[in-house]
């Protein structure tokens, strides 16, 4: 490719609403143009790069056994209330009418498509194991689209999906992909962990997600350097940090404490360390009508019927894991409770809350290092006091007991072999074992051995292609702009003449040396517009090609050309007829 017919369109500054490196970059480096919210246009550089992924995907999952094939964007929505997520997925599921009133959605997965296929094409256990996967466009109208491709509404996703007759049969399916995911981020030059995770709105029982260590990272991954324990913290199990509760040593006491409503302010104004106090969280439940068969409008499931209010009890220095707190029993589907609500059964404004003398009955629940401990403080329930010296069974009734609390670096690992530390991460890619929650759902069965009729145990797999991109530069830039790895750059090599149109020896020179690298299988570009050098190499700097030769009259008197590696900016001179190896082993490097 000659750069003078190629699409080159480097800006100077990010647009104002780039909050993150990766959609700085992208912008600037000319890979993406903002369509709508969170909708981009792939601009060549850009694509160049996603299409690159996606032929390491697809050889990787090739070589893994799986079959490709290609489902539609839109869907009918009656698969989807097969299933049960119409209702459920929420308003992330964009809902369209086509001109005869029908209802359908804009894919944001294919779970139930590929059940569909699943149960009209595969009949018998003769078929099986069977992997079939796409590469195709998703969309999820997310209400607050931002970071760029990081967390836009319409992106490219492969996601596969296996059939098997058992469930041992699909444990082996899900480690086949498991080693296949770890091929291909391997081969994309990124560092990451594969960390257990939650299910999420997938569903099923296993799960691990594919993290691209990255320090802007939205997701925390609890980690222990001792052994090969990896989670997200989302999931990490946090053990007590106090193994069995001390006997009471202090009376129940209401301490004033005006205008603190804080812990840590608690904790100062009492000289006491921030962990003897216990952080209250009101959370609600609404109970609801069942929602009538054939009812147009998802948002409204039914009338409430009533409301459940839940106190949460973490110590003070300690943050609510939100995901652990839903899988509570009763939980599932909380809210955080109103102000009026709060008031209503505390009987005081946030910030004072505390489980001795509600006004109403509250449902409690204990995080485990709050049921072992004994003389703490916690809000006396009338606005500027707490309790000091609260203790369990003495001055209120044994709690619900529940691992509801993030894990901190430092926590014990729940292997129990070392102390946790915590790193940020880019989810990439998420494999799930799904078991039967589709194929029972949608009666999608197979002819088993001995002549019953079973529903197939299901995995799905998915990578975030264009989220790849994103991920790949936050993990490799500096102030110059991106820092591709080799695999997965727009190009391997720029060769920047100075003096294209002016020398013919110049000229001559790099067009030998083009056509040498294309000969060699280097996937190379020849920058002949002619722009002075320091533009020409800030454009390369900035879009992150790895390796830069440039040729000059004064190097060519010498029978020299130089390469310059962008990762660490190292220059070197090598001779003229030599270039050609000397870029294959640089880049080999």
């Not at 967390?151 to 041992?168: L, P, Q, V």
């Not at 291909?184 to 960390?195: C, P, Q």
């Not at 003495?394 to 292997?415: F, H, K, M, T, Y």
């Not at 500096?478 to 790895?485: F, Q, S, T, Y």
Request: proline fraction near 5%; hydrophobic fraction near 40%.
């Amino acid at each position: 490719m000659k750069a003078s017919r190629f699409h080159i369109a480097t800006l100077k500054e990010a647009p104002s609403d780039a909050e993150i490196v990766s959609h700085r970059l992208m912008t600037r480096a000319g890979m993406i143009r903002k369509l709508a919210g969170g909708i981009y246009n792939y601009m060549p550089m850009g694509l160049r790069v996603i299409r690159k992924i996606e032929a390491i995907v697809r050889e990787e999952m090739n070589r893994a056994g799986a079959i490709e094939l290609l489902m539609p964007v839109v869907q009918p929505a009656e698969l989807w209330m097969e299933s049960g997520r119409w209702d459920k997925y929420g308003p992330e599921l964009l809902r369209v009418k086509d001109r005869h009133g029908r209802d359908f959605i804009v894919q944001p997965t294919s779970e139930e498509v590929i059940t569909d296929i699943a149960r009209q094409e595969l009949r018998s256990y003769k078929q099986l194991p069977k992997n079939l996967y796409h590469i195709q466009t998703k969309f999820r109208d997310e209400r607050r689209p931002r970071f760029g491709i990081m967390r836009g509404r319409e992106f490219t996703m492969k996601d596969a999906y296996s059939f098997d007759r058992d469930r041992e049969s699909a444990l082996a399916s899900y480690k086949i992909m498991y080693d296949a995911y770890v091929a291909i981020f391997e081969r994309m030059g990124l560092s990451f962990r594969a960390v257990a995770a939650d299910t999420g709105a997938i569903g099923g029982s296993a799960s691990h997600e594919f993290q691209v260590i990255a320090d802007t990272g939205e997701d925390a991954i609890a980690w222990c350097p001792d052994s090969d324990f990896a989670a997200n913290v989302e999931l990490a199990e946090a053990l007590p940090l106090i193994a069995s509760r001390a006997p009471a040593a202090e009376p129940l006491k209401k301490t004033a404490t005006p205008n603190r409503e804080k812990c840590e302010a608690v904790a100062e104004l009492l000289g006491l360390p921030l962990a003897r106090t216990v952080k209250s969280i009101v959370l609600a439940v609404d109970r609801r009508e069942p929602v009538k068969d054939g009812s147009e409008d998802f948002a409204v499931p039914g009338r409430v019927v009533g409301t459940d209010i839940w106190l949460l009890l973490i110590r003070g220095d300690h943050e609510l894991n939100e995901v652990k707190a839903g899988k509570v029993p009763g939980l599932e589907g909380f809210r955080f409770a109103s102000e009026a609500e709060i008031v209503e059964h505390f009987g005081s404004p946030p910030g004072y809350l505390g489980p001795i003398g509600t006004a109403k009955p509250v449902k409690v629940v204990a995080d485990r290092t709050v049921a072992n401990m004994s003389d703490f403080v916690c809000g006396a329930n009338e606005e500027g006091f707490h309790y000091t010296g609260v203790n369990w069974g003495r001055d209120l009734p044994e709690p619900v007991v529940a691992d509801i609390r993030n894990v901190q670096a430092g926590d014990p690992s729940p292997d129990g072999k070392g102390a946790l530390a915590i790193q940020r991460g880019i989810e990439v890619g998420h494999v799930f074992y799904l078991g039967t929650k589709y194929s029972e759902a949608m009666n999608a069965t197979f002819i088993d051995e001995d002549g019953k009729s079973k529903p197939f145990e299901m995995g799905c797999y998915g990578i975030g292609v264009t989220r790849l991109v994103g991920a790949a530069i936050e993990q490799n830039h500096d102030e110059r702009g991106i820092v591709w790895p080799r695999a997965i750059a727009p190009f391997e090599v720029a060769i920047c003449p100075l003096g294209y149109r002016k020398s013919e020896k110049v000229r001559e020179t790099a067009d030998a040396l083009y056509a040498g690298l294309l000969a060699a299988g280097v996937d190379a570009i020849l920058d002949d517009r002619d722009e002075r050098p320091g533009a020409m190499f800030a454009d390369w700097e900035l879009v992150g090609v790895p390796l830069r030769v440039t040729i000059g009259e004064r190097s060519l008197n010498e029978g020299k050309v130089e390469l310059l590696a962008r990762r660490g900016m190292q220059t070197s001179a090598v001779s003229v007829g030599d270039a050609v190896p000397a870029v294959r082993q640089a880049l080999a490097g």
